[in-house]
């Protein structure tokens, strides 16, 4: 017998952090708020230099604080609102609860967190900045972005083969 | 333009708007932060080659794809209206040993010394950009989540695999740059 079907959340959700949990299905214009909160983000991005290669440097070899700052206080201030939704039970505005899906452990976020580490200090990007910095106009880090969209066809190629 | 807007943003400005992201997703429209999956949402859209972990409707997450459409429109933005030219400050320990590989300037974002189409035809260059590319890519789907996902989203939500993964995405950068990446900017 074939499993039934609806397997596509389960299939989705694998070794991903940002998952779709809305139920409701919406039109392609109603994305636009999306983009416009990308669009926010890549300002920040930028305006922080966290998409400089220089302040990578700095932050893997502790000489400046700059960096665990940015990371530190935006943990803090997602910690307060995560807190702040589930205490008071709030809802999307479109009035649908608001679910979090739990993460797994796997042997792939030592691996692989290892690996992208080693991409992280080489290339001066995390996968945000990469399109933030492509948007300064440094368009042959088109070359990295692709590359990494290789990185990731490669390990849905071999994913069954490796530790998870 | 005021002065403060096209200055550096300090950390404790950037940190916290950075921070809002997760609750404004999800209150959007219950979408957990995260960027590195619009990669594969890339994969299953253009190549899916009938593999498992790209078998799936990333129609359904393409409100992921819009995201990352606004990330890059907000680099142009920001680039051309809200920056000065002042070349960036550093450490000054950082620059000398940057001097120590012939990197000397310091104008833009992206060390165009090091970052060129060019350099994509030398060892240093190949090295840094393509194949830490594919570490990037590779990496964050195999560790399930990218800095966005893993170091802001999980921990915001207290998942200890998060916390694991954070901590292994920094060990992994400290080697690289302080063990490795000295002989990469020699080649």
Same mark, same amino acid.
């Given at each position: 017998?074939?499993?039934?079907?609806?397997?596509?959340?389960?299939?989705?959700?694998?070794?991903?952090?940002?998952?779709?949990?809305?139920?409701?299905?919406?039109?392609?214009?109603?994305?636009?708020?999306?983009?416009?909160?990308?669009?926010?983000?890549?300002?920040?991005?930028?305006?922080?230099?966290?998409?400089?290669?220089?302040? /990578?440097?700095?932050?893997?070899?502790?000489?400046?604080?700059?960096?665990?700052?940015?990371?530190?206080?935006?943990?803090?201030?997602?910690?307060?609102?995560?807190?702040?939704?589930?205490?008071?039970?709030?809802?999307? /505005?479109?009035?649908?609860?608001?679910?979090?899906?739990?993460?797994?452990?796997?042997?792939?976020?030592?691996?692989?967190?290892?690996?992208?580490?080693?991409?992280?200090?080489?290339?001066?990007?995390?996968?945000?900045?990469?399109?933030?910095? /492509?948007?300064?106009?440094?368009?042959?880090?088109?070359?990295?972005?692709?590359?990494?969209?290789?990185?990731?066809?490669?390990?849905?190629?071999?994913?069954?083969?490796?530790?998870? | 333009?005021? *002065?403060?807007?096209?200055?550096?943003?300090?950390?404790?400005?950037?940190?916290?708007?950075?921070?809002?992201?997760?609750?404004?997703?999800?209150?959007?429209?219950?979408?957990?932060?995260?960027?590195?999956?619009?990669?594969?949402?890339?994969?299953?859209?253009?190549?899916?080659?009938?593999?498992?972990?790209?078998?799936?409707?990333?129609?359904?997450?393409?409100?992921?794809?819009?995201?990352?459409?606004?990330?890059?429109?907000?680099?142009?933005?920001?680039?051309?209206?809200?920056?000065?030219?002042?070349?960036?400050?550093?450490?000054?320990?950082?620059?000398? *040993?940057?001097?120590?590989?012939?990197?000397?300037?310091?104008?833009?974002?992206?060390?165009?010394?090091?970052?060129?189409?060019?350099?994509?035809?030398?060892?240093?260059?190949?090295?840094?950009?393509?194949?830490?590319?594919?570490?990037?890519?590779?990496?964050?789907?195999?560790?399930?989540?990218?800095?966005?996902?893993?170091?802001?989203?999980?921990?915001?939500?207290?998942?200890?695999?998060?916390?694991?993964?954070?901590?292994?995405?920094?060990?992994?950068?400290?080697?690289?740059?302080?063990?490795?990446?000295?002989?990469?900017?020699?080649?």
């Amino acid at each position: 017998m074939q499993e039934p079907i609806n397997t596509d959340f389960e299939v989705r959700s694998q070794n991903a952090m940002c998952v779709n949990q809305s139920e409701l299905s919406s039109p392609l214009s109603s994305n636009i708020k999306y983009l416009l909160a990308g669009i926010v983000f890549g300002i920040v991005l930028i305006k922080a230099e966290v998409i400089a290669w220089f302040r /990578i440097q700095e932050m893997f070899r502790l000489q400046s604080f700059h960096m665990y700052g940015v990371i530190g206080s935006a943990v803090v201030v997602g910690a307060i609102s995560v807190y702040l939704i589930k205490r008071f039970q709030l809802k999307t /505005i479109e009035g649908e609860s608001i679910k979090i899906e739990e993460k797994n452990f796997s042997k792939g976020q030592i691996f692989g967190g290892l690996l992208f580490g080693f991409g992280w200090a080489m290339t001066g990007a995390c996968p945000g900045p990469l399109f933030a910095q /492509i948007g300064t106009g440094a368009l042959v880090v088109i070359v990295t972005l692709l590359s990494a969209m290789a990185g990731t066809w490669v390990y849905g190629f071999v994913r069954e083969k490796l530790p998870h | 333009m005021p *002065e403060w807007i096209l200055k550096p943003w300090p950390w404790y400005v950037a940190g916290p708007l950075i921070g809002l992201t997760v609750p404004l997703l999800l209150l959007l429209g219950n979408r957990t932060f995260g960027i590195s999956s619009s990669l594969r949402h890339v994969c299953a859209a253009c190549l899916p080659a009938k593999i498992p972990f790209f078998t799936y409707d990333w129609k359904k997450e393409i409100w992921n794809l819009f995201f990352v459409a606004g990330v890059l429109l907000g680099g142009i933005l920001a680039a051309n209206f809200l920056i000065d030219t002042t070349p960036m400050v550093v450490h000054p320990k950082l620059a000398s *040993e940057m001097a120590t590989y012939g990197i000397d300037n310091y104008d833009g974002l992206i060390p165009s010394q090091v970052f060129n189409w060019p350099a994509l035809l030398t060892a240093r260059g190949f090295v840094l950009m393509v194949v830490g590319g594919f570490l990037v890519g590779f990496g964050t789907r195999y560790a399930g989540g990218c800095t966005s996902g893993h170091s802001i989203m999980g921990l915001s939500n207290l998942q200890w695999p998060s916390l694991v993964a954070t901590c292994c995405f920094m060990a992994g950068g400290f080697i690289m740059a302080n063990l490795i990446l000295p002989f990469l900017l020699k080649l």
